[in-house]
């Protein structure tokens, strides 16, 4: 065999690549990651006394994992520090750089390795939700019989991403996002690590804070962060608030508006408004628009809430989102996105009724379980002397001459006469709201 991630080698004659320390020049991220599990911060819910992770930490990884969790929470991390706790042989892999000619040369070479060695090879996938689904069915066989143990890291979904048949044969764990307090202790270590800025830069806690809550939880953005304000130090000193102002810039808002986060942040700002929360609404809009949302999306699913949610509750409350609509059309960013948030706000504050939305789906229910039936003779238009004589309209009365039609002429058909759509009962489902 030839070519692929090891090159013209035969599988017998590739050495597998060693967990080397990063270069002195390597950015501050790569310089400070974690050697060891007490170096590690955050992500208590795993790697706590008892915690699922501890175990493969101390040198039992058991099975394959896949690490599902946000850029910069420790992914790649615990996937190195596993690696070296099991004396495993580690293959560090990337779904973005390789395709399946790589995957086949890697999993060859571990199945060689391990019939000559006996020696297991942890295959560790960052960013595997690039694989497809038939890209991924490569690994099943291997992962089967246990020539490799594979770690794959996702900052997606694995639910939507990731091949059924591999996460039966994995374990997936939840990583979160560093909390702020964390993202200041990785930061305080960095200014005080001799791989680090030792010596070099100093930092008060507000302004490691500072730092911490531009990071969004992201370690690696964090650092970069702090390398970045040092670098506007030459001479060394203190970061203060003109440093850091020039350092963080304006605040990007992390939004991928196919993936995950995208429905997510659109459910929270649609819930909010149905909870009434006029400053919840405020709030999720606010972080869709800062991300760079689609505002006719954002415009469109404003009027579903005032026709889904508000209803004949408020009737105007259409009105207002359609104007809404047309007054950022007419405007434009930046000054249009005020008319959505008003929309949002009289929403929130808006009674609310789901009625028609309700007996729109009642009315559907009918429609597809029962028979078609023909519309009543009384109620059909008889436009012909033809339709007359075949009994069209006979029976029809009028209803602004005859107030007692309302109650005495039936309109719906035969098989659903009684039928009361509006009537109270259990609330709807949420739809995907």
């Known amino acids: 065999m030839s070519g692929g991630l090891f090159g013209d080698l035969e599988p017998q004659e590739r050495a597998a690549p060693e967990l080397e320390e990063p270069a002195a020049d390597a950015p501050l991220a790569d310089r400070l990651r974690p050697r060891a599990l007490d170096e590690v911060v955050g992500q208590a819910h795993l790697l706590g006394e008892g915690r699922i992770l501890r175990r493969a930490l101390e040198g039992w990884p058991g099975q394959s994992w896949i690490l599902w969790g946000p850029p910069g929470c420790g992914k790649t991390t615990l996937a190195r520090l596993i690696a070296r706790a099991s004396d495993m042989r580690f293959v560090p892999f990337s779904a973005v750089l390789s395709g399946i000619k790589e995957v086949r040369a890697v999993m060859a070479d571990a199945q060689a390795v391990r019939r000559r060695t006996g020696a297991r090879t942890l295959l560790f ?12 069915d490569a690994f099943l066989p291997f992962v089967e019989r246990g020539d490799i143990l594979l770690i794959g890291a996702t900052t997606e979904n694995p639910s939507f991403e990731v091949n059924g048949a591999l996460l039966s044969r994995s374990r997936t764990v ?54 970045t304000a040092a670098t506007l130090l030459p ?48 709030y999720w809009l606010t972080r869709l628009l800062e991300a760079g949302e689609d505002r006719v999306f954002v415009s469109r699913r404003l009027i579903r809430m005032a026709v889904e949610d508000v209803g004949i509750a408020d009737p105007r409350a259409l009105s207002v989102a359609l104007d809404g609509d047309a007054t950022w059309r ?104």
């Open 125 to 136: 996938v960052d960013e595997i939700h690039r694989f497809n689904k038939a890209q991924q």
């Open 174 to 227: 939840v990583l979160q996002p560093l909390e702020v307090e964390d993202l200041v202790v990785v930061l305080r270590r960095a200014l005080e690590d001799e791989r680090g800025l030792a010596g070099t830069v100093a930092a008060g806690d507000e302004a490691l804070a500072r730092i911490a809550r531009a990071a969004d939880g992201d370690a690696r953005r964090a650092l970069n962060l702090l390398e």
């Open 235 to 282: 001479d060394g000193g203190a970061l203060d608030d003109r440093v850091l102002d020039e350092a963080l810039q304006r605040k990007v808002v992390a939004h991928d508006k196919s993936g995950e986060e995208h429905y997510n942040l659109i459910s929270a700002l649609h819930k909010s408004v149905r909870n009434s929360d006029a400053s919840a609404s405020i």
């Open 330 to 433: 007419r405007l434009g960013s930046p000054e249009g996105e005020l008319a959505l948030v008003q929309v949002a706000v009289y929403l929130a504050r808006a009674p609310k009724s789901n009625a028609v939305y309700r007996a729109y789906g009642r009315a559907r229910e009918d429609v597809q379980a029962t028979a078609v039936e023909p519309v009543p003779l009384h109620l059909r238009n008889a436009s012909t002397g033809l339709m007359r004589a075949a009994g069209y309209g006979e029976g029809y009365r009028y209803a602004h001459d005859d107030p007692a039609a309302v109650d005495e002429m039936t309109c719906l058909p035969p098989g659903l006469e009684g039928r009361d759509y509006l009537a109270s009962g259990p609330q709807a489902d949420d739809g995907d709201g």
